[in-house]
């Protein structure tokens, strides 16, 4: 039984944003010679969720920051005191699709979302400068996706961290397919297809993050980083960043919270092994029976879209042997398939748009999933006509 933590006075921070300024936030901080790219999601009443417009912002000021030679690093953090990025704005996706119904037009924001989100989570990987995410509070779909790329990853305090998508019929899309294949054996396949939430400890054991630094100590981490001695070289500079973040993380271990998934390695483990999402929702069964643990994420695997799980399953099962950026062109093709069928649209509408939480999904059980769907949405999409879309 893991220890309970009581959370930390929240520490003091900046007030809420004017209604003027905008989704992203950048600003520099002088290093010396050089000077530090801060950019900060900046919807915190929105849970950060990333839209198309923030999405191009941030695209944009990365880009101009690694070809800048004043910049030596870049850290990424969320406004607000409760998350990082609770991930895309798919309830603005599926908003945009409506208003268009019937019109080939229709997918058009959501076809360029996805691809632009994923080029941003694609740039990140390949970044370059040290680049240092601070997440906080909720993580999860998108915001995992950002944070994932980085080359220095800080978590703090009272995480959420998860890949949720099975609740709105979609898959575990911006890279996914990619980093959770490195976590421990079985925790990539529950968290894809259950939605399973990590918290704090959970993402150093499973090696999602790299260090824990609680809140009330990142302003003064930050102020020691634009200290430190920085050069035109970038390896340097890595270097320089990884001695930073694991001084400002020193000793600080034993102030987490207890983690879940270290002692449940032989259910999990059970887990990854399913040969079906039938097999997985049995052996998420059975590991309910003997730890109440695994209830929560059997029920969002059991009331999820059954389609999503067929076709999060195959993904898993073909992404191993796929690059970093293979990975993110199967997304395309995926994320493209699932804008335009039925599932997708009325998971967002159950559980972001009405939220009454009753989806009504196509197939009420993995059993009356058809093969040959569960296929189709590996196919690109060759026209946007009504008659013929799905």
């Known amino acids: 039984m893991s220890k309970a933590c009581a959370s930390p006075p929240a520490p003091s921070g900046p007030q809420q944003p004017l209604a003027h300024e905008a989704p992203v936030l950048f600003s520099t901080l002088h290093a010396g010679a050089f000077r530090i790219g801060l950019a900060s999601l900046n919807r915190p009443r929105q849970l950060n ?44 996706v599926v908003r945009q699709a409506r208003a268009l119904p019937g019109h080939p037009a229709r997918f058009a924001y959501g076809d360029a979302f996805f691809e632009e989100e994923y080029l941003l989570d694609r740039f990140v990987h390949h970044f370059g400068k040290p680049l240092v995410v601070f997440s906080h509070g909720v993580n999860m779909g998108g915001g995992l996706g950002l ?16 890949m949720p998508e099975i609740q709105i019929g979609l898959f575990p899309d911006v890279g996914a397919g990619h980093f959770l ?116 994420p059997l029920h969002r695997l059991s009331t999820g879209s059954a389609l999503s799980a067929k076709v999060i399953f195959r993904f898993l099962r073909i992404t191993p042997r796929l690059s970093l950026d293979e990975v993110f062109a199967l997304d395309t093709v995926l994320a493209r398939q699932f804008l335009r069928r039925e599932d997708f649209q009325e998971g967002v509408r159950a559980l972001l748009i009405d ?21 189709a949405h590996f196919a690109a999409i060759v026209s946007d006509d009504p008659r013929e879309a799905g």
């Not at 944009?60 to 030679?69: E, H, I």
């Not at 959970?202 to 790299?210: Q, R």
């Not at 939220?355 to 296929?375: F, I, N």
Request: charged share 25%.
């Open 147 to 162: 944070s994932q790329g980085a080359s220095h990853r800080i978590v703090a305090e009272d995480a959420r961290l998860a």
């Open 181 to 296: 294949h490195r976590l421990p054996p079985g925790v990539g396949l529950a968290m894809a297809i259950s939605g399973l939430t990590l918290n704090e400890a959970d993402a150093l054991d499973a090696g999602l993050f790299h260090a824990f630094l609680p809140r009330s100590l990142w302003d003064n981490a930050i102020d020691r980083l634009a200290s430190a001695v920085f050069s035109r070289n970038w390896e340097e500079n890595h270097a320089t960043v990884t001695a930073w973040m694991q001084a400002s993380a020193l000793q600080l271990r034993g102030s987490l919270c207890g983690g879940e998934i270290l002692s449940r390695r032989s259910a999990l483990q059970r887990i990854g092994l399913s040969v079906s999402p039938e097999g997985a929702l049995q052996a998420f069964e059975d590991a309910a029976r003997e730890d109440p643990w695994f209830e929560a």
């Open 49 to 92: 969720v990333l839209n198309l417009d923030m999405v191009r912002r941030l695209s944009a000021q990365l880009r101009q920051w690694r070809s800048d030679q004043s910049i030596a690093a870049v850290i990424l953090r969320g406004e607000g005191e409760r998350a990082f990025c609770a991930g895309g704005d798919v309830a603005e």
């Open 355 to 375: 939220k009454d939480r009753k989806p009504r999904w196509k197939y009420a059980t993995l059993a009356q999933v058809p093969g040959w769907e569960v296929g």
